[in-house]
């Protein structure tokens, strides 16, 4: 049976290096950084023992002011030191050493466990302190202020008012969504600031019950993930989901409209992660969202010696009186359009335009593809709306080809196309069946394009 310890050591890093070591050997470990926490975190939790590091000073007297107390009296102490030759004394143990520190805990009658906080400022690395053991030290010494967390994927901050968690920001994401994926971080680094003042409330839930639902979230959403076996793939809703289901399946068939990773859903999602996982499985095995295999990777638009040639051509496709890069034109209608922007810019070295896509269905900047020397290619996406036919020679005039990815009568069009002297010709011919949502076969079709336009 696990035992619980209580672990006093003043230097954070350290603190979170040896917990780490403990609990990884089976023991419900607590923190505290001073005696005056460590004494009020015992007597809440009753641990099996306590561990004092030497480095807190004056040891004895830590240990007299627990022995002077009714309820702790009885707890076993030891004292962490460096290691030394020979035998140490019963009540020591070498703090290095954390396969015999464990031994000799699960080696004591069962009780207890838990936390505690720093007096001041302080900063260090995740990967020696989890976000959940520093949230327990906060909240056990009922600091108020700010933990920022810096990470690989962005930057993060906890809010904090005597202790309690009161709103939490992490990239896009906001109250606990943002603290259950700060949790779930470990690696990066860490700086506390302590101040009062009055920041926004958004999470009302206490500490202690926030840091267990946290833990059980990550550890379901990493099984379902698992079980999905989707990181590699795409996921694209086949048709918007009807108005009477629930409103997270018709958030995620909205968010699916376009192409996106598991990893985009959950952040564009405003919903829980586990909540949105467990939707997305119901949804695959309804058949009304489909994987794209393979989706979520990058992909080359052409191999080194294909590049330089296809810079040279967008070089020569460049139109006199016109500014700017070569112009590739995809026509189709607007949902198929959002895919065919997703998949181009999983085409390596394309560069997403700052505007966003514009509300009316006429045409727009999709993204720019870098090629060898320097040269660039514009892709512009033309939704098929007829009533907006009147805006459509502005982006065909100076375009080197228009590819309509759909074969039906559409004589507004091919009337543009001629008046602009460009070419228009059906993805079909180029390609046959085509899936716009693989970026490989829209990287080839913008080969071919280019093969095509620059023969005539």
Known sequence: MSRS???????VDALGALASELRSRGLTVALADAADGALDRARNSRPDAV????????VDAVIGRFKADRELSEVPHFVLVEAADGDLPSHQLPRGDAELIARRMYALPLRSAPVAADRGDFRGD??????????????????????????????????????????AVYRRLEAEKALFRLLAE????????????????????????????????????????????????????????????????????EVLGVPCTVDELLDDVPFGDLEIIEAVGKMLEAGVVRRIAKGAERVELADPEQMTVLGAVAKRLQRDGFQGAARVVIVAPPRRLATVMHSVRRVHDAVAPAESVPAAPVPYLMATLRLAEGEELEIVGLPTIDA????????????????????????????????????????????????????????ALIRMALDSVSAR
Request: proline share 6%.
């Open 51 to 58: 561990l004092l590091s030497s480095a807190l000073g004056d």
């Open 388 to 443: 907006y036919s009147p805006v459509w020679p502005l982006t065909l005039a100076g375009s080197a080809i228009a590819v309509r990815l759909e074969s039906a009568e559409a004589s507004a069009l091919e009337a543009a196309c001629s008046v602009a002297g460009v070419p228009v010709i059906d993805a079909g011919v180029l390609l046959g069946d085509i899936d716009e949502a693989d970026p490989a076969q829209m990287a």
């Open 186 to 253: 470990t690696d990066g680094a860490f700086a506390f600031a302590g101040g009062s003042g009055t920041p926004l409330r958004r999470i009302q839930t206490s500490t202690g019950m926030l840091l267990m639902e946290g833990m059980r979230r990550i550890d379901e959403v990493k099984q379902r993930r698992s079980k999905l076996a989707a990181d590699e793939d795409a996921l694209l809703a086949i048709a918007p989901a009807p108005e009477d289901a629930p409103e997270l399946e018709r958030r995620v068939s």
């Open 5 to 11: 310890v209580l672990l006093v050591e003043p230097d």
């Open 126 to 167: 995740l990967r020696q302190v989890s976000p959940v053991d520093l949230l327990q030290l906060l909240s056990m010494n009922r600091r108020s202020g700010s933990l920022s967390i810096t990470t690989p994927s962005g930057a993060g901050e906890v809010r904090l008012v005597e202790g309690d968690v009161v709103d």
